[in-house]
Structure formats: structure tokens, C-alpha cells
């Protein structure tokens, strides 16, 4: 099969996906009613009103090849986990995974033949080739567990850099005389321009505290949706002084405390690692260029007097 074939077959689904796209862009509601009809009582409730058009096309797309779309909790934990609060987050899973994925699998598969017919072409040429195809394997493989993995590790950075200044605030509110609510709510308002990311996650278990019977699940479903040990001490604290009255203030302190000195020997860890680190440079950049300082120019003195040994003069010739 011709390269140039493969390329126009490309050319060709990206018109036909963009062109599918702005009809369900342009006529969403029409769409839906298909939708509706053709699904009858699997219809999902959300696609009823302010439906993102994406999120009918995927659907529809879904219910003609008969694939399910249903949520299940350890999706659902993924999701909360890297930040994705998107009602229709399993449609755009879903569609990813059994529709875009084999699509860029076969792409993949396609371009690696190609690869292996490109015998005479230039190394540069067949780099190209070579990148693409490893791309699109990738992706077809497992593009979206990629994307929802880097996401939630991403977001666990940002939450584990944003806790000491959390904590501390905490803190503050709490032996100022603020209840817990109350505090989580300052702590909320306050940091909701330099760390949205942990204003959010506050305020999100400020509502559930306030609307669940149960608050001590209210404060484990934060632990939950972070998976990130200090956050972890954070929620076991305050469950604690939830259950058996315990001093907040104390406990707090305690805690923060504990995670000083863990950040200190953490600290510590890596200064101690630095001298590791540092020899692979040193050994790999800097030696040569002393060895090549110092020994240079003997080196060439010694080539130009004709070697090691130096030159053997001729003998004289006889004297008559």
C-alpha cells in the first residue's frame, strides 16, 4: 500500500469527523431527539438540557455501535482523583476508548508497514515515520489511561505543594476560635487565587459537611479524592476529634508539627543525594575537559618532535 493512499484515507476521516462534528454542532436539538428515539428508555437524563453537542455526538455514536456507557466506581474514582467533574466525563471516556482508540491502533499499524517497506529512504524520513507510528500505538494502546494518569499525578503534585500553606492557615482559623466549618470556609476564600486547585477540595468537603448526615464520610471522601498521605493525616485528625471530642487545636498542631519535620528530612534526603547526582556530569563533562586542559599540550608537543621517542638522525656519511 502507498504512503500517499495512507495519507489521503487520513485526510479523508478528518474531513468526514469534522464535518459530522459541525452538523451536531449546528442542529443539536434534532440530534437529540434522534437520540431520544432511538434509545428510549437507555436515554441518559443528562443529555436533556445544556447538553454540549460533543457530548450528543459521542453518545449517539456510542448507542448505534451498542456500547455501554455506564459509570462503575473505580472510573468514578479516577475521575474525582485527576479532577475531572464533568457530568458527561464517561460518555467522552467511553468514546475515546472504543471508537478513537482502535482507529489510531490501525494508524499505528499502518504507519510501522510502512516503516518496514521505507528500505531505501533517508534516515530522516524514516525517523519521521517511525515517531509517528510509536505515537499512534501509544495512543491506541491506552491514550486515555495515559491522559487520566498524568492528570491525577499532575494533581496530586499541585495538592501536595499547596498543603503546608493550607495547614497552617487551618490552624490559624481554628485557634482563633473558628469552628470547623468555618475555618474550612476562610481557608476556601482565602487561598482560592494562589491555590484553587486545594480551595477547591476545601470547599467541596465544606458542602459535603454541611449536607451529609455523616461527617466523618464527608471528610474521608476528601482523603479519597487526593490519595495523598498527608491529606491522609489531615482527614484521620479530624475524624478523630469528630468521634471522640478531642482537642482540635492540639491535634492540629500536633500533626503540623509532624509534617515539618517530615519536610525537613525530606529536605535532607535530597541535599544528600546531590553529590550522586552530581558525578555523572562531573565524570561524563568536566573530567575530559581537565584531562584534555592538562595533557593537551604535552601531547602535541610531543607530536610535533615526531613522536614518543622523538626522530633518529640519519649516520653521517664516510669520510674519504
Given at each position: 500500500?502507498?504512503?500517499?493512499?495512507?495519507?489521503?484515507?487520513?485526510?479523508?476521516?478528518?474531513?468526514?469527523?469534522?464535518?459530522?462534528?459541525?452538523?451536531?454542532?449546528?442542529?443539536?436539538?434534532?440530534?437529540?431527539?434522534?437520540?431520544?428515539?432511538?434509545?428510549?428508555?437507555?436515554?441518559?437524563?443528562?443529555?436533556?438540557?445544556?447538553?454540549?453537542?460533543?457530548?450528543?455526538?459521542?453518545?449517539?455514536?456510542?448507542?448505534?455501535?451498542?456500547?455501554?456507557?455506564?459509570?462503575?466506581?473505580?472510573?468514578?474514582?479516577?475521575?474525582?482523583?485527576?479532577?475531572?467533574?464533568?457530568?458527561?466525563?464517561?460518555?467522552?471516556?467511553?468514546?475515546?476508548?472504543?471508537?478513537?482508540?482502535?482507529?489510531?491502533?490501525?494508524?499505528?499499524?499502518?504507519?510501522?508497514?510502512?516503516?518496514?517497506?521505507?528500505?531505501?529512504?533517508?534516515?530522516?524520513?524514516?525517523?519521521?515515520?517511525?515517531?509517528?507510528?510509536?505515537?499512534?500505538?501509544?495512543?491506541?494502546?491506552?491514550?486515555?489511561?495515559?491522559?487520566?494518569?498524568?492528570?491525577?499525578?499532575?494533581?496530586?503534585?499541585?495538592?501536595?505543594?499547596?498543603?503546608?500553606?493550607?495547614?497552617?492557615?487551618?490552624?490559624?482559623?481554628?485557634?482563633?476560635?473558628?469552628?470547623?466549618?468555618?475555618?474550612?470556609?476562610?481557608?476556601?476564600?482565602?487561598?482560592?487565587?494562589?491555590?484553587?486547585?486545594?480551595?477547591?477540595?476545601?470547599?467541596?468537603?465544606?458542602?459535603?459537611?454541611?449536607?451529609?448526615?455523616?461527617?466523618?464520610?464527608?471528610?474521608?471522601?476528601?482523603?479519597?479524592?487526593?490519595?495523598?498521605?498527608?491529606?491522609?493525616?489531615?482527614?484521620?485528625?479530624?475524624?478523630?476529634?469528630?468521634?471522640?471530642?478531642?482537642?482540635?487545636?492540639?491535634?492540629?498542631?500536633?500533626l503540623s508539627d509532624d509534617l515539618r519535620t517530615t519536610r525537613l528530612l525530606n529536605a535532607e534526603n535530597r541535599a544528600a543525594r546531590i553529590p550522586v547526582f552530581i558525578t555523572i556530569p562531573l565524570i561524563f563533562c568536566i573530567l575530559p575537559a581537565f584531562i584534555i586542559i592538562i595533557l593537551g599540550p604535552p601531547v602535541v608537543k610531543v607530536i610535533n618532535q615526531g613522536g614518543i621517542f622523538g626522530t633518529v638522525a640519519p649516520p653521517p656519511p664516510p669520510k674519504n
Amino acid at each position: 500500500m502507498s504512503f500517499d493512499y495512507i495519507t489521503y484515507a487520513v485526510f479523508a476521516v478528518g474531513i468526514f469527523t469534522v464535518y459530522m462534528a459541525l452538523v451536531h454542532i449546528f442542529k443539536p436539538d434534532r440530534r437529540k431527539d434522534q437520540l431520544k428515539a432511538r434509545m428510549g428508555a437507555a436515554y441518559p437524563s443528562e443529555l436533556d438540557d445544556n447538553t454540549p453537542p460533543l457530548a450528543v455526538f459521542c453518545a449517539s455514536v456510542l448507542s448505534l455501535l451498542r456500547i455501554k456507557n455506564e459509570p462503575n466506581p473505580e472510573l468514578t474514582s479516577s475521575f474525582m482523583q485527576a479532577g475531572i467533574s464533568s457530568p458527561h466525563a464517561v460518555t467522552y471516556f467511553y468514546f475515546f476508548q472504543r471508537v478513537i482508540q482502535p482507529i489510531l491502533l490501525v494508524l499505528g499499524v499502518l504507519f510501522l508497514l510502512k516503516l518496514i517497506d521505507m528500505q531505501d529512504a533517508a534516515f530522516a524520513k524514516k525517523a519521521q515515520v517511525g515517531l509517528v507510528a510509536v505515537l499512534l500505538l501509544i495512543a491506541g494502546f491506552s491514550g486515555v489511561q495515559l491522559y487520566i494518569k498524568n492528570a491525577r499525578q499532575r494533581r496530586q503534585k499541585i495538592l501536595l505543594r499547596s498543603f503546608p500553606e493550607v495547614m497552617d492557615l487551618l490552624l490559624v482559623c481554628i485557634e482563633s476560635g473558628l469552628g470547623l466549618d468555618a475555618s474550612l470556609a476562610r481557608v476556601g476564600n482565602e487561598m482560592k487565587n494562589l491555590h484553587p486547585v486545594a480551595a477547591y477540595e476545601i470547599d467541596r468537603t465544606r458542602l459535603e459537611l454541611n449536607l451529609l448526615s455523616d461527617r466523618s464520610l464527608a471528610l474521608e471522601n476528601l482523603a479519597e479524592r487526593t490519595q495523598i498521605i498527608p491529606y491522609k493525616a489531615l482527614v484521620s485528625a479530624l475524624v478523630q476529634t469528630e468521634k471522640f471530642g478531642t482537642s482540635l487545636v492540639d491535634t492540629l498542631r500536633v500533626l503540623s508539627d509532624d509534617l515539618r519535620t517530615t519536610r525537613l528530612l525530606n529536605a535532607e534526603n535530597r541535599a544528600a543525594r546531590i553529590p550522586v547526582f552530581i558525578t555523572i556530569p562531573l565524570i561524563f563533562c568536566i573530567l575530559p575537559a581537565f584531562i584534555i586542559i592538562i595533557l593537551g599540550p604535552p601531547v602535541v608537543k610531543v607530536i610535533n618532535q615526531g613522536g614518543i621517542f622523538g626522530t633518529v638522525a640519519p649516520p653521517p656519511p664516510p669520510k674519504n
